[in-house]
Each structure stands twice: as C-alpha cells, then as structure tokens.
C-alpha cells in the first residue's frame, strides 16, 4: 500500500498539507485538507489538477467563471470538481489557481485560473475520466476540514 504525500507553505510552517494521495485498487484518490469549506474545495481542485499536469513553475494566463449548485457540500464539491474537469477537457485549461468568491453548503461561484493546454501539453501525467461518489465524504475533525475523492482514470 502507498501514500504520496504533497505538502505545501502554509503560513510560517510546512506540517500542514493540502492534499494527499490515498491507495484505491482501480482509481486514483484523494484526501484533500482546509481550514474551511473555501480552502477545503480549492485544495481539492488543486489536487486534482496536480494529478493530471504538472503544476510547478506555471503562471496563470486564462481565467474562467464557475458556478454550481447542488443539495448538499459532498455533492457540491463534485459538482465542483466536475466542471473543472469539463472546461479542461472542452476548453483545454490546466487550472491552478482558484478564487471561490461565494460558497455555502449548496452553491458555489469562483474563477479558475491557468493556462491553455497547447503552451503545456508535455507537462499531462495522468488522464482523469470523471469525479465519482464513491467513498465520497467531508469531515470536520478539530479544526480542520477533510475531504474524500475518487476519480476514475
């Protein structure tokens, strides 16, 4: 079994995490932190653009509004997730940079940002088909949020 950890500055100190890879038998996961629902959602996005490109070094060039709604924060958070997922394969945008300017438990409005595909096609890794329900889950444990995602490849 394996766990690849990505840790990240956050404020002064390195012991916090954004996201983390979790072992999955068929699809790649991620368990994703925050200090609340905003860094929460923008971690995750970030994880799940780290997995399918490398992110080091880019600078944003393209920026994008979304807006989602959903029934309740797991399936916000897809719903989020998805359509990210949707504008990079139809508008062939790596995202990195997120901006969530609304967020409740059941909307969402925010602008991505990142760069066209074409100026940075060698840096895909891996092809992520879609956000699944799967073990899908946000948690508060002290005082930190955590979130579950499966994507399928």
């Known amino acids: 079994m394996w766990v690849w950890q990505v840790r990240v500055l956050r404020g002064s100190k390195f012991s916090n995490m954004r996201y ?3 072992p999955h038998t068929a699809d790649i996961g991620i368990r994703a932190y ?3 629902l905003r860094e929460l959602f923008t971690n995750a996005a970030y ?11 880019l600078t944003p060039s393209v920026s994008q509004s979304i807006e989602v709604k959903a029934a309740n924060r797991e399936e916000l958070l897809a719903a989020w997730l998805a359509e ?15 901006n969530i300017e609304k967020l409740d438990d059941t909307s969402l409005d925010a602008k991505a940002s990142g760069r066209h595909v074409g100026e940075n096609r060698n840096r895909l890794k ?14 508060e444990n002290r005082a930190e949020l955590s979130a579950t995602v499966i994507f399928d490849v």
């Open 126 to 139: 891996t092809e992520i088909k879609a956000v699944t329900y799967h073990e899908l889950k946000i948690e």
């Open 84 to 98: 990210l997922l949707y504008h990079f394969y139809t508008k062939q945008i790596i995202f990195f940079d997120f």
């Open 47 to 57: 994880g799940m653009f780290d997995i399918i490109a490398d992110l080091d070094g």
């Open 20 to 22: 983390e890879l979790i």
């Open 34 to 36: 925050g200090k609340d």
